[in-house]
């Protein structure tokens, strides 16, 4: 093998590792702000940890740990179910936007039907026009040009369709930690079991 060889091969092997290390910071920044769950591997260990005096105690910590768990994923659930009526909505309004902007260069009125009330719909006749007004929200509505309210509601569209797919891993992400705290409890409470046991032999030979 050649000194150039030898050199490649090192330097190959930290570019892996570099990849690596930066495939593992860009999973945590984007579940950022939900901590990872620790797999509890040596349960000795992990029982001598302060607060862990007993294995109720150890199994009272990841018990809350899991409702915090429990918690994000209702938030996050809640977040995912707006998003997903959300989303139709701007798809619809973006619809009707393109048809007017191209009904605007005509003189041919559109017919139209609106909400007046839940279920209860008007029929009306709309002239061309290159105005339309949106809803932001907080009884706020804005009149805008066409065209900038059709790149509004396309920019809407694309962060509420990215904020669905991050809100969808994150749920995936939560799912993996209810699997690791579960795991724990279930090592902490068979340690106990194996420990009660070891004691109850020990005082039945002691006592025989």
Known sequence: MSPDEEEEQPLSKMATTIDNSNAVQATKKKHLGIPEAVFVEDVDSFMKQPGNETADAALRKLDEQYQKYKYMELNLSQKKLRLKNQIPQITQTLEILRHMQKK????????THFLLADNVYCKATVPPTDKVCLWLGANVMLEYDIDEAQALLEKNLSTASRNLETLVEDLDFLR?????????????YNWDVKRRSRENLLKSAEKS
């Open 104 to 111: 605007k260069e005509t003189t041919e009125p559109m017919e």
């Open 176 to 188: 993996d930690q209810f699997t690791t705290i579960e795991v724990n409890m279930a090592r902490v």
